[in-house]
């Protein structure tokens, strides 16, 4: 089992920057894919991005790509998330996810282990 702790949110201009960050509980933490997800006001939560456990593959949604980058440090058992070139519809509260299957670290439904969410507010 892995406990996931966010923080790094906060309130920026559109256009500005921000970093996430993710720290991981546990001795494992390299052999779980990590992920980022994002839940609007009024709206389902989304994938974001994610990581392998090995960090050798990434994935992003079609509208970060580009903007967002992912990352982690095993050695720190934290994954981050580098968001520059902000846009207010980007505005969400943006959870960490964790799940030792990689074929489940891109879906809410099949994640196993979620963060309790950090608020990114992008002001127009």
């Known amino acids: 089992q892995v406990q996931l702790v966010e923080s790094g949110g906060g309130l920026v201009q559109a256009g500005g920057s921000l970093r996430l960050s993710c720290a991981a509980s546990?001795?494992?933490?390299?052999?779980?894919?990590m992920g980022w997800f994002r839940q609007a006001p009024g709206k389902e939560r989304e994938f974001v991005s994610a990581?392998?456990?090995?960090?050798?593959?990434?994935y992003y949604a079609d509208s970060v790509k580009g903007r967002f980058t992912i990352s982690r440090d095993n050695a720190k058992n934290t994954v981050y998330l580098q968001m520059n070139s902000l846009k207010p519809e980007d505005t969400a509260v943006y959870y960490c996810?964790?799940?030792?299957?990689?074929?489940?670290?891109?879906?809410?439904?099949?994640?196993?282990?979620w963060g309790q969410g950090t608020q990114v507010t992008v002001s127009s």
């Open positions: 996810a964790a799940d030792l299957e990689t074929s489940s670290i891109t879906s809410v439904s099949t994640v196993h282990y």
């Open positions: 990581i392998r456990w090995s960090g050798g593959s990434t």
């Open positions: 546990g001795r494992t933490f390299s052999s779980y894919n």
